[in-house]
């Protein structure tokens, strides 16, 4: 099979029903931002070596998890047929909520903004965490989202957020403060 069909030179993509829309539909934007936001996971689990650090272990198992749900979505997002609408797991909003607060339990409590960055690993959380809520925003755009999945990703980018404060506290990195001048 090869990569390439020519089929999008004009501009346009197939959706899994056959139908033919712009790539500047708000259908294509949202599974293409899913599409960069597991690509920025992929990235961020490559930047936690694996090895025998078992609470870098299960980050990654953790990142990986949420990787096969985002192809699952965007697959979905795909797919505009009629009662084909794919649900986001039951239980993966909760189980985010779940890591959240295993990470949070050592954290300092926040009492300012902070600004991303520290470490490229901590930066990497940082960055998947904004495409994460601009796939929120282009899949409220689209207006037809399956049930779940704005609940999804509003939460995933929680969790982004705590994953990167926990990466930078393993790493000893000092979190940059943003205090207005």
Request: hydrophobic share 40%; charged share 25%; glycine share 8%.
């Amino acid at each position: 099979m090869k990569i390439y069909t020519r089929t999008g030179d004009t501009g346009e993509t197939g959706l899994f029903s056959g139908r033919r829309v712009p790539k500047s539909d708000p259908r294509v934007e949202a599974y293409g931002t899913i599409d960069e936001l597991n690509a920025c996971l992929g990235v961020l689990r490559d930047h936690l070596a694996p090895g025998t650090d078992a609470p870098r272990t299960r980050v990654r198992a953790q990142l990986l998890e949420q990787q096969k749900v985002l192809f699952a979505l965007g697959a979905a997002l795909a797919d505009d047929r009629p009662g084909e609408a794919y649900q986001v797991p039951a239980d993966a909003a909760g189980r985010l909520e779940t890591y959240m607060d295993a990470m949070d339990e050592s954290l300092p409590r926040m009492t300012h903004f902070i600004l991303p960055g520290g470490s490229p690993a901590v930066s990497f959380a940082h960055l998947a965490r904004t495409v994460c809520r601009r796939a929120e925003r282009r899949t409220v755009e689209m207006g037809t989202a399956p049930e779940g999945v704005v609940i999804y990703l509003n939460r995933l980018s929680d969790y982004l957020f705590v994953l990167a404060r926990h990466l930078g506290q393993a790493e000893g990195v000092e979190e940059i403060k943003w205090e207005a001048e």
